[in-house]
């Protein structure tokens, strides 16, 4: 089997985003001379640098022409080492050999007639539990608070939990710092790095309080900073919220000093966790080494694919730390986060993106997946088991690169 071509489509799907101006998922499709395509995705659909992505792949596109699909290794590695660039890592990079190497898989699965998480050793775990992802932005495709889509009050915070749990899920993740209650819609001045102020500080607790007490007991709420704050807030804020009961603590400082999320680490008593920005194992090494993260999230599009992530997962588990694929993408980015998340022992929480029940982004695809009660299952078809819709690629942004 060879590669004989690959498409590189950006997708129209709507704007889900809230906050954003962009969302412009990314998708190849390597074709072989046998007939078996494979899909992946590059992991810039959000936030500014889409074009590049488009760009970068492409330029790899070039490279794997010619070659045996089922060779994922060797041509992880020849991107990695022959085009000056891979050695280099970073976003863009990382990204556009992320999407060519979930294709591979995709393929690989196919033509073997198994899913891909059996080819990453089988499954360890055969429902994954899941939290509902950034809820200051509300949940699900209705008004929790009517008038409302974004939350500004503890009330509306203790609305959108209550609304999460009644769609069965017993995890959420929030952003306590990401709106201000200056603006309606959450803008104004606010200050999110050095010391705080009283009123932030206080303003988040009471909103994480307010989804304690709707919540009771049995919820785990995640606190999700974005790297919004510096080393001096999140210290000081997350010392704030330990009383509350944290599942853990999300980006809370750069991802590009590890010696900074170590201080984070030292100071404040719930488990921190990051990973979206860190790329390919060379980047998530000083971080297992100094102890300072205890829940890694590679991002399956960026970090280097579906080959880069499992090695990620499991470099993090012999140092005891938790792993979960951070997602944040389109359904063939979910599909690729599930199949490692089956196969990997140190498996913690799945992420569901408030974006993902956007009904423009769930019909780009073939298959709507979606978690019943708080819990996802493996999808069970050859490869990845997920692929845009006809419709989808006829209205895409697409360049073919062939021999």
Known sequence: MKITSVDCMIIDSGNPCQGRNTWNPIIVRVNTDE????????????????????????????????????RIE?????????????????TVVSAGMSAIDIALWDIKGKALGVPVYQLLGGK???????YASQVQFGWGNDEVVPGKKLMITPEDYAAVTRAAMKDGYTAVKVDPLALSNREPDGRGPWKTTGIL??????????????????????????????????????????????????????????????KNMLEVHRQVNIPIASGERIY???????????????????????????????KICDM??????????????????????????????NFIIHEHHKWAL???????????????????????LPGLGQELTEETIRKAQMVTIRQ
């Open 197 to 258: 102020s009283e009123e932030a500080v206080e303003l988040a607790y009471d909103r994480v309080a307010a989804m304690r007490e709707a919540g009771g007991r049995d919820l785990d709420i995640i606190i999700e900073l974005h790297s919004y704050t510096d080393t001096i807030s999140a210290v000081q804020l997350g010392q704030r919220l330990e009383r509350l009961r944290i599942y853990y603590l999300e980006e809370p400082c750069t991802p590009l000093n590890d």
């Open 35 to 70: 007939g078996v395509c494979g899909f992946g995705e590059v992991g810039m659909a959000y936030g500014k640098g889409f074009r590049a992505g488009f760009g970068m792949v492409q330029d790899f596109a070039e490279v794997i022409l010619g070659e045996d699909p089922m």
């Open 358 to 380: 956007h009904p423009d982004g769930r019909a780009t695809c073939k298959y709507d997946y979606q978690p019943v009660d708080g819990y996802y299952e493996v999808p069970e």
């Open 280 to 310: 390919q194992r060379t980047g998530f090494r000083p971080f297992l080494e100094n102890r300072s993260l205890q829940v890694v999230q590679p991002d399956v599009c960026l970090c280097g694919g579906i080959s880069e992530a499992k």
């Open 124 to 130: 360890t775990n055969d429902k994954l539990r899941t």
């Open 316 to 345: 993090a588990n012999a140092y005891d730390c938790a792993a979960q694929i951070h997602v944040c993408g389109s359904p063939i980015s979910k599909a690729a986060a599930l199949h490692i998340e089956a196969a990997i022992p």
């Open 74 to 90: 060797k041509i992880w590695d020849k991107i990695y080492r022959k085009t000056f660039w891979g050695l280099g890592g970073g």
